[in-house]
C-alpha cells in the first residue's frame, strides 16, 4: 500500500513523476518536489509530500489512486 511506505521511499523519489488517475480514467501528471518531515513518535512517522502539477484540472480533497515507476500503486489521501 502506497500509504504505508517510510519517507525514505518518497525521498528516494524525490523530483519524479508520479501519474494521479482520476475516477474518469484521465491521468494527471504530478512531480514529487518536497518530502517534509512532521511529527514522528516510535509508532508513527508523520510526513507530508508536496506535488507540483498542472493548472487543469483542479483537484478536490479526497482519495486518489498514484502510480510511479519504482513505487507501488496504491490510493493516498490529499489535500
Known sequence: MLAS???????????SRFRLVL?????VD???????DGRTTPRQE???L????PLEP???Q???TLEHDRLETG???MV
Do not use: C, Y
Open 5 to 15: 511506505l517510510p519517507k525514505t521511499s518518497f525521498t528516494e523519489n524525490l523530483n
Open 23 to 27: 475516477q474518469d480514467s484521465t491521468v
Open 30 to 36: 504530478l512531480e514529487l518536489i518536497e518530502v517534509k
Open 46 to 48: 508523520q510526513f507530508s
Open 50 to 53: 508536496f506535488f507540483r502539477g
Open 58 to 60: 483542479v483537484l478536490g
Open 62 to 64: 479526497g482519495t486518489f
Open 75 to 77: 490510493e493516498l489521501f
